[in-house]
């Protein structure tokens, strides 16, 4: 298992959820939510800032593909999202597989009481630890880094 904090990251239309795990790489924890930029890279600039202030190595994001498998819209706005992300994060960016995160987050905050309404923006900070923490878990059993890599040096 390498060592560093990663953070997950959760793309939604018009949220990021954000997470970060320990520097042993075994808990995911939620972080924050970002506003997702309509024009410009402020939403970017934002991760980036909290990728230093925890010393970040990486960037895991997730993939939303079909249940079958498939790319769907969801999906290419993920790319697109963490493509700028490698070029302008200054850390690798790695792709995961993200089926089921959000409604899972759903169900387990509404498990505790929280309605989706008033949950939104913790709901993509869940989605974005289910995501991280699934990569940690399949690095820990395979010792392989999850995922796919992205340049940093961009599209």
Do not use: Y
């Not at 790489?25 to 800032?49: F, K, N, Q, Y």
């Not at 970040?56 to 999906?75: D, K, Q």
């Not at 387990?108 to 995501?131: F, P, Y």
């Amino acid at each position: 298992m390498r060592r560093g904090v990663r953070i997950g990251v959760d793309v939604g239309k018009a949220r990021i959820g954000l997470a970060r795990c320990d520097p042993s790489g075994m808990l995911a924890t939620p972080l924050s939510t970002v506003a997702r930029a309509a024009t410009g890279d402020a939403d970017l600039a934002e991760i980036r800032v909290a990728a230093d202030e925890a010393d970040a190595i990486e960037f895991v994001v997730g993939l939303p593909l079909s249940m079958s498998g498939a790319r769907t819209p969801s999906t290419e706005d993920a790319v697109a999202f963490a493509e700028r992300l490698a070029a302008a994060g200054g850390r690798p960016v790695r792709l995961v597989d993200e089926r089921l995160s959000t409604v899972t987050a759903q169900a387990a905050l509404h498990r505790s009481g929280r309605n989706t309404r008033s949950s939104r923006s913790v709901i993509d900070q869940v989605a974005a630890v289910i995501i991280l923490q699934h990569a940690l878990d399949s690095e820990r059993a395979g010792g392989l880094a999850p995922g796919s890599v992205l340049s940093t040096e961009g599209p």
